[in-house]
């Protein structure tokens, strides 16, 4: 008989995490090795149980989802992430499967589809709820930069030219608070972690004429 999927759930919800884990000790091939409730201790504990499969929440304190994704994806190879949440919106969904995620459910999902997804991502497969597929194919056929709006390419166009947020705002007479708005929006829809990597991203996929 096999070894069975070894479980991390990662929410910081303490009523959640024991549903979770009454349910899928049920599992005879599934078995719950540790709990966490942050971003921190989801990536040290990854680490340190050699788990196969985490399941994540993405708004948690002490270090959010997207972050522990990538982290986990960098130190745990190995270990595949699922995320599991209550929000499907395209910021959260492009930023979880661009930081690694294998799987993206919500948390409606009924208790035998989620041991099937445990079951279909450490095998190999993807597991995504039906409205994220949609979002990533639709995503998938839009051309670059297709989800910014006229003022984000406006910003964009002069962050990448070298302007700070001062001169972007007097060139696109707005306020420099506007400008910070915007900015933030576009790391998010670039999935960067600064200004340079927006920059730079913007040049290398010709976001920007």
Do not use: C, W
């Amino acid at each position: 008989m096999p070894e069975p999927i070894r479980i991390l759930l990662a929410d910081d919800h303490e009523v959640v995490r024991q549903g979770l884990r009454r349910f899928l000790e049920l599992q005879q091939d599934i078995v719950v090795v540790g709990e966490a409730g942050g971003g921190r201790d989801a990536v040290r504990l990854a680490r340190e149980l050699e788990v196969d499969v985490v399941l994540m929440d993405l708004v948690m304190p002490d270090g959010d989802g997207i972050s522990a994704i990538r982290q986990i994806r960098e130190q745990t190879p190995a270990a595949k992430v699922v995320v599991l949440t209550s929000y499907v919106d395209d910021a959260n969904v492009f930023a979880a499967v661009q930081a690694g995620a294998a799987g993206y459910l919500l948390k409606d999902v009924r208790p035998e589809d989620l041991a099937a997804a445990i079951r279909q991502v450490h095998g190999g497969q993807a597991a995504l709820h039906p409205d994220v597929a949609t979002r990533l194919m639709r995503r998938a056929t839009q051309p670059p930069g297709a989800g910014f709006t006229p003022r984000e390419r406006d910003v964009l166009r002069l962050l990448a030219a070298g302007f700070a947020n001062k001169e972007i705002a007097r060139k696109l007479a707005i306020s420099e608070k506007t400008v910070k708005t915007h900015v933030s929006s576009l790391l998010q829809k670039l999935n960067v972690q600064d200004r340079t990597q927006a920059a730079v991203k913007a040049v290398r996929e010709r976001l920007v004429e």
